[in-house]
């Protein structure tokens, strides 16, 4: 709040049990209960015109990588719903994106909605296919985040096949990720 006002003026208020569930039966899913908390806090990472918005209008982007998370509302329309190439992928694993660099959706984050062992986990996809799981939960995923933001680690570190680490910059109050290789 203090150190990025201008990104935190913009998150949108919390969004609706209403809203959760609608979206749940659309996709044909039940969200994990710590992703259901971060859209009952706030609504996603911008409004949703946000993602719709050119990329060059990047104000709900201000995750590492340059990713923003979708309203609940915009979940069932992202690739068509559930991350489809995963599912053909992955012997049928329903993996729902959740955080993409651009309103086309071609890289992000998803999470595993899958009942079983893999239920919660977070990775990352791309247009041609998934590349890794990263967090066993969307909570570790923000506990990665909060130590780096806080100075507890040095960086975010998404374990993507890029090898890249994301270091927090905030410039006339936004947030933003400069990213770098991972050092040995």
Request: glycine share 10%.
């Amino acid at each position: 709040m203090n150190n990025a006002p201008r990104t935190y003026q913009r998150l949108p208020a919390p969004g609706s049990e209403e809203e959760i569930r609608a979206a749940e039966r659309k996709l044909g899913i039940n969200m994990p209960a710590d992703l259901r908390a971060f859209y009952l806090l706030h609504n996603g990472t911008g409004l949703a015109t946000d993602f719709e918005a050119p990329v060059e209008d990047r104000c709900a982007y201000f995750l590492p990588g340059g990713r923003g998370a979708a309203p609940v509302a915009v979940l069932p329309t992202w690739l068509g719903g559930p991350v489809p190439i995963a599912a053909e992928a992955n012997g049928g694993q329903i993996l729902m994106a959740f955080t993409a660099t651009d309103p086309d959706v071609v890289y992000g984050e998803f999470i595993d909605c899958t009942p079983g062992t893999g239920y919660g986990q977070v990775g990352t996809y791309e247009e041609i296919g998934l590349l890794s799981v990263t967090f066993r939960s969307f909570a570790d995923y923000l506990c990665e985040l909060a130590d780096t933001l806080c100075g507890d680690k040095r960086c975010f570190d998404p374990r993507d096949r890029w090898s890249r680490v994301y270091l927090p910059v905030v410039q006339d109050g936004v947030l933003s990720w400069n990213s770098g290789p991972r050092q040995p």
